[in-house]
Structure formats: C-alpha cells, structure tokens
Nanobody, 121 residues
C-alpha cells in the first residue's frame, strides 16, 4: 500500500559526492521516521542515518560529518547527501519509512528496492 522508490546511486571516485533520494507514495496518512540503511557484500544491513517527522536526526558514527539526511514532508521524500565518499561506503543503500496508512487502515513499515553506491577509482 506504501511504496518507496530510491534514486541517485552510481559510481563515484573516492572523495566524491552523491545524493540519494527516496519518494514514498500510496495511501499515506502520515510518515514518522524515514531512514537510510546500507548492506555491503557479506555484511549485515546497518543503519546509516534516520530522521523523524520533527527533523531530529541520527547518524552512524562512520558517516558523521560526511553524510547529511534531510526530508521534504510535503513531498514525502527523504534525501541523503553523501560527501567525502570512501571505498568502504560501497554498498546497496535502502530507504525505510514507517507511519500511518490513510483512512484509519493501520500502520506501515516499508523498504525501497535499494540503489547501488560504488566508490572506486
């Protein structure tokens, strides 16, 4: 009932930047937290950054000072600005959101399909 579509991944050299976007659509009444996770080959999925509806943010220690999460509540969209990228940032990045479904039909927790980010020279 609620779909998340990510965009903005790709190949970038070390030290470069990328901006990921994730748009939520469907029967949405409200969205609480939105976040970005990543999963590298052979590793568990980990939280990269999250943002509440009020704008409070949380970051993994490994990305603090380099990544910035933001959201546009009017567009139901969350962004991840990634600067000073390192090879160890290479992973599939997934968007996540939770909130309430329209018409009082309950709550949702949804994942995007993932977008590949590769940092390599």
């Amino acid at each position: 009932q609620v779909q998340l579509v990510e965009s903005g991944g790709g190949l970038v050299q070390p030290g470069g930047s990328l901006r990921l976007s994730c748009a939520a659509s469907g029967s949405i009444f409200s969205i609480n937290a939105m976040g970005w996770y990543r999963q590298a080959p052979g590793k568990q999925r980990e939280l990269v950054a999250a943002i509440t509806s009020g704008g409070s943010t949380n970051y993994a220690d490994s990305v603090k000072g380099r990544f910035t999460i933001s959201r546009d509540n009017a567009k139901n969209t969350v962004y991840l600005q990634m600067n000073s990228l390192k090879p160890e940032d290479t992973a599939v990045y997934y968007c996540n959101a939770d909130g309430a479904i329209d018409y009082g039909l309950g709550s949702f927790g949804s994942w995007g399909q993932g977008t590949q980010v590769t940092v390599s020279s």
